[in-house]
């Protein structure tokens, strides 16, 4: 195969291979000439458009002709603009399909007291402000000679916490207390200056209004108030390690496993392969009683009515719409157009215009109906699909996943990225050339659903998902065996 037309709609086809310019090229029965060459993951129009003319690929518009496009031609930027623009209204018209139920497997994980499920057994050790960052990055540091069933003590500095007002001084209170309360973490160890806004005094009161604060679990620092802040944290840092150490693997029933969608340096092939890909596994999960979670809300744009009328209810449409509208509100409050998207690095990769990036990044939600929508800080309580108030920034997103409850996140990308969050990110490729080149990276490709003829996204759903089983019971993902492990939390404000 050598070009797929993706929607028996499209006016376009994407290729799988770099084309040459007059190479003969067959595309669902039909032959043409091309004009020029399209390089591999990038589209060519099947037909000719005139200026204005909506162009479909995956059976939608990703935007219009901005001049007369011939067929054999390269559709991109130079002749391809978005078609949207500022808030739009919206009508409910469910199209949700049910997802039949499946067999729930299980998983050996941890069972915290209160019931919940965790993936690893960690110690955590969280600044709530910036201001003693490498206070807790020197004493994760010094954790050594850990006790056997303790997956590793680990520090998450951030700049914020201090001099921050209105809704950034909630966004990390929120962030922090959900991450202190994340079930990955066996004991968390909270580090404050003494001077901060974020008080230690008042942020265990949110802790206690939460129903998170645990004197088992947590222990407080506030490093004014003592003469060595090391000494001090060392102490803290062994109960905290003695606690966690007490916790064994157990067998978990998989639908307690919440699993983050993400995706990042996407290309071309992100819509054909690892964003479907992860679609497919989302509903597996959902048909076991598990729950996915969908963000990036700004690349949802021009590919959300697919998602409303996927809504449960006209309760969660009428959320989902919100959703949208206030982070348009929030793109134009900045006098900031709403489509300023794909990134340089995805126009280098074959996608054109926001609508064709959010078509195929949605495609991570699968089929499945649209359970609730969650605010930034707050928790899955609903089995499901979610989605979750958050920008596409790649760090900040997959902070929020975790924040929100996922254990793990699967994270898609066409051009590569290390990066990884609190929690296990196990890194999805688009295609088998980055899966080759970046090993120490990568740990799925999904390249094989447009490079190998016999393989289908069932099969290989069916394979993500024990990966995804195996990595809940321990097996590392590429980010924790390199240690590429942080967090960041979304800024909407002023700093004094």
Known sequence: MRAIRIHPRDGVAVAIVDLQPQESISVGGETLILREAVPRG????????????????????????????????????????????????????????????????????????????????????????????????????????LPSGLDGVHAFPHPYGCSQLGDDHEYTRSILAALADHPNAGA???????????????????????????????????????????????????????????????????????????????????GLTANPLLGAFSDKLVAQGGSTILTEVPEMFGAETILMNRARDEVVFGKIVDLINDFKRYFIKHDQTVYENPSPGNKDGGISTLEDKSLGCTQKGGDAPVADVIAYGEQVST??????????????????????????VLFTTGRGNPLGGPVPTIKVASNGELAARKPHWIDFNAGDLVEKEACSLDSLAEELM????????????????????EIAIFKDGVIL
């Open 383 to 408: 089995p499901g699909l979610n989605l979750l108030q958050g920008p596409g920034n790649d760090i900040v997103s997959l902070t929020a996943l975790a924040a929100a409850g996922a254990q793990i």
């Open 188 to 270: 968390v160890l909270l580090i404050g200056l003494g001077c901060e806004n974020n008080q230690m005094s008042a942020f265990k009161e949110l802790l206690r209004e939460k129903g998170s604060y645990d004197e088992e679990r947590m222990r407080f620092l506030v490093t004014q108030d003592v003469e060595d802040e090391l000494v001090a944290g060392e102490e803290l840092l062994k109960e905290c390690i003695a606690y966690a150490a007490g916790f064994t693997r157990v067998e978990i029933p998989a639908d307690e496993l919440i699993v983050g969608l993400k995706c990042g340096g996407s290309d071309g092939f992100s």
């Open 466 to 485: 024990e990966r995804v089983l195996s990595c809940a019971a321990g097996t590392p993902a590429r980010n924790e065996e390199h240690g590429y492990r």
């Open 42 to 145: 990038h589209k060519f129009a099947l037909k000719d458009f005139s200026p204005g003319d909506e162009v479909l690929k995956y059976g939608y518009s990703i935007g219009r002709a901005l001049e007369p496009i011939s067929a054999g031609e390269r559709v991109h930027v130079h002749n391809l603009k978005t078609g949207l623009s500022g808030l739009s209204e919206y009508e409910y018209r469910p199209n949700a399909r049910a997802i039949e139920s499946e067999p729930t497997r299980s998983f050996q994980g941890y069972r915290r007291k209160g019931g919940r499920a965790g993936v690893r057994n960690e110690v955590w050790i969280l600044p709530i402000s910036g201001c003693v960052n490498r206070t807790a990055e020197t004493l994760a540091r010094k954790a050594v000679d």
